[in-house]
């Protein structure tokens, strides 16, 4: 998706030297400006509205199905993402998904349950499974032949403007809503052959009306952009061929009837030909519509980058389906709560043996997204040859305006990048961020974690986290529009992890459970990060085997480094051991981050985070360990000053170390997160010091956070959970000030 350049207005005569300076700044501007304003690349679309069928259908046909059954309303249909059935033909998100959430959009409402009455401020989705391009009185009228459902896309766009009608009445408020909406008009058409196929109809006859099938589309397009759209996705076909429902259905013992991807060769021809007649078509109505942006998907293109590499993206065999039988390609039958899912959706292309997985839509949507497989040329009036803007007196005016405008059409272009640009994030630490790993450990024995309180903001259930809500890693999955990390442990022996997983765990040190057993001190865990690394590894020989495929999987992935360091010293500290022997381990703690860091650059990772500690004299545990009838002994912030000074010298210590590795490694970005200086954002809440959950003591203290401890308000007035962990409401408080700034250099949401 890309913003354009326009220029309006009339010209007046100006001199080479003003006109060469007047351009640059322009130029100079707009970079400065798309340089400044990630929301406005991420989020250049208010709305987006789709047309098309099951391949982008988030609950219209289910709706439409009332009572009625459907597999489509059970497992294991919206397994992988929702963890339950949400409408979509598919185990997890689908294309449109994709590209509302790098849009920084909510995910598309099916119009259908609120026509009448839904305002649709994002947008919605007007896609129905099984409908055709052209409408069922066409195939009936011209070939005696019956669809089995009646929608169509002349339905849906009345279905849309009956709804703009009512949310945007009028003329000019059609136009104005319309015009800062994305339109994606499909996939649409592929129904209209396959109906015809798997009817066993005579093919050729499908060439006859493929150039209906792309008239309706074009016809379409048109009505939309008369409505006033202004940017316009239109999608070609899949390669039809390369479906397992096609594959069984048309077998063929001639080895000549298929390509060198083992999928149908005639099949595959003919969406070519769909393709490049709908390519032609984009092509005619952006010549007659120059002030529109009209952008042709090439998901045929992006589809053949699994169907050919297959193992570059952790898919074993693409032409198998996930969720079916025992014939061939795993067909044989209907894909519903009977059938047999035969592994991770995430290692297979298709699911059902006609509709993809989440995992391929994923690709496709990735390269629409980064423009591999998208075309928007620029327009002829964006063209105009640099003399248009006046003769430059100077060489060195045409080549500073030059590099300038190369710059801003790279970041026009970049919206991926900003967005999206990591595809995986692996992370490593303590309680800080554990996501559920250590609930796993704890199997069928009592835990405080396994019950409410815990989770009783976000989640409303115990999620494995050790807060009321979501933790640090949570904001940032969100941020970068990744689903939540999960905890590697549960399916440590066979998860794909798409997303990236989660190696922390409660209790977790840098340092090895044997260097503090030297100093006569145990702690109460065997998780160390060098546990968490060799986990990591063992994963990583798994997902990507190959130095090659490890390499591109971590140079695309976002690596956090804990907060990991702070049990070293709090186990310590609580067990009242002398303070000043804490100062001989900073430099073995760092050392141990430090080693780790350059290991995981050692295996190709390309960006990776590094926290510092938190202010720990401000944690109501140590402040009710430590109390004190001495007020020097605390800092205006009421926090004991013994405690934050030591903190601040862990941080400065790791802040020296992660400057040298940055000498060393001029190619990764190393990022540093200052979680000191975001903790004390804090002190705006009522009183930062009391825990929520806990007890009658000092600060709250006293008693276990469980659940017959005292929810003392709402977790939303406090920062601290329960007397050690932080509220949810204080995770976002920190993890915003990494995200945007200023406290992670850079801000991680311009780290890419």
Request: glycine share 10%.
């Amino acid at each position: 998706m890309e913003s354009l350049i326009r220029r309006h207005g009339g010209r007046r005569a100006v001199s080479p030297s003003s006109s060469a300076a007047a351009a640059s700044f322009i130029l100079l501007l707009c970079a400065v400006v798309l340089l400044n304003t990630h929301v406005a690349l991420c989020g250049c679309y208010k709305r987006i509205f789709s047309f098309g069928d099951s391949i982008i259908d988030t609950g219209n046909f289910v709706y439409l199905t009332g009572n009625g059954p459907s597999q489509f309303k059970e497992l294991p249909y919206g397994m992988t993402y929702f963890n339950r059935p949400s409408g979509r033909i598919c185990d997890g998100r689908v294309l449109v998904d994709f590209y509302a959430q790098a849009l920084n959009l909510s995910l598309l409402p099916p119009t259908i349950p609120e026509e009448g009455s839904g305002q649709f401020e994002n947008g919605a989705n007007f896609a129905v499974l099984a409908s055709t391009a052209l409408g069922p009185d066409y195939f009936k009228t011209k070939y005696n032949f019956s669809l089995p459902v009646p929608y169509c896309l002349d339905s849906q766009l009345a279905s849309f403007k009956k709804v703009l009608g009512r949310i945007a009445p009028g003329v000019d408020a059609t136009k104005s809503l319309l015009g800062e909406s994305l339109i994606v008009m499909g996939e649409i058409g592929g129904n209209d052959y396959n109906f015809w196929f798997t009817a066993r109809q005579p093919r050729e006859t499908a060439r006859q009306y493929l150039p209906d099938v792309i008239g309706r589309i074009g016809a379409a397009v048109q009505e939309v952009i008369n409505l006033g759209a202004k940017t316009v996705l239109v999608p070609g076909n899949f390669p039809f061929g390369c479906a397992p429902e096609y594959l069984q259905g048309f077998q063929s013992s001639n080895t000549s009837d298929y390509d060198a991807t083992g999928c149908i060769a005639w099949f595959n021809d003919f969406s070519r030909q769909h393709n490049q007649a709908l390519v032609q078509e984009v092509a005619r109505l952006r010549s007659q519509n120059p002030g529109v942006t009209l952008i042709y998907a090439d998901y045929y293109g992006a589809a053949l980058e699994f169907f050919k590499n297959p193992k570059n993206y952790g898919i074993s065999d693409p032409l198998l389906e996930c969720c079916g039988g025992d014939g061939p390609y795993h067909t044989g039958m209907t894909c519903n709560k009977t059938a047999k899912v035969w592994g991770s959706p995430a290692n297979f292309a298709s699911w059902d043996g006609v509709h993809m997985t989440e995992k391929a839509y994923s690709i496709i949507a990735d390269g629409v997204l980064s423009k591999r497989y998208a075309d928007a040329p620029l327009e002829a009036e964006q063209q105009q040859p640099l003399s248009d803007m006046g003769s430059f007196s100077h060489q060195k005016h045409s080549i500073s305006v030059y590099l300038v405008l190369v710059s801003a059409v790279l970041l026009l272009n970049s919206t991926l990048g900003l967005c999206g640009c990591y595809k995986r994030i692996f992370s490593f630490g303590d309680s800080i961020i554990d996501s559920g790993n250590f609930v796993h450990i704890a199997g069928d024995h009592p835990c405080p974690f396994k019950e409410p309180p815990f989770g009783m903001t976000y989640f409303k259930h115990p999620s494995g986290r050790i807060s009321d809500g979501r933790v640090v890693i949570d904001f940032y999955a969100q941020a970068l529009q990744l689903p939540f990390v999960p905890p590697s442990l549960p399916e440590k022996d066979r998860g794909q992890f798409p997303h990236g997983a989660n190696f922390a765990v409660l209790a977790s040190t840098a340092l090895p459970p044997e260097y503090f057993r030297r100093r006569n001190h145990t702690v109460p865990m065997p998780f160390s990060l060098a546990t968490q690394l060799e986990w990591f590894k063992q994963t990583l020989q798994r997902i990507a085997p190959g130095d090659a495929a490890r390499r591109a999987l971590l140079g695309e992935s976002l690596i956090l480094m804990g907060e990991i360091g702070g049990n070293d010293y709090n186990f310590w500290f609580l067990d009242h051991k002398p303070r000043e022997v804490a100062y001989q381990f900073i430099p073995d703690v760092v050392a141990s981050i430090s080693s780790t860091v350059q290991e995981l650059i050692g295996l190709g990772a390309r960006t990776i985070m590094i926290p510092g500690n938190f202010p720990t004299g401000c944690v109501p545990a140590y402040l009710s360990a430590y109390r004190s009838g001495n007020p020097a002994d605390y800092d205006e912030f009421r926090c004991l000053r013994w405690f934050n000074a030591f903190s601040a010298a862990h941080n400065q210590a790791l802040l020296n170390e992660v400057s040298r590795l940055k000498a060393q490694h001029p190619g990764v970005r190393l990022i540093y997160a200052d979680y000191f200086g975001a903790a004390l954002q804090l002190f705006r809440i009522n009183d930062p010091l009391l825990a929520c959950c806990g007890g009658h003591g000092p600060y709250h203290t006293g008693a276990t956070c469980d659940r017959t401890a005292t929810v003392w308000g709402d977790p939303g007035s406090f920062a601290n959970w329960d007397g050690v962990h932080m509220t949810e409401k204080a995770y976002h408080v920190i993890a915003d000030g990494v995200l945007n700034g200023p406290f992670a250099d850079p801000p991680l949401l311009h780290s890419c």
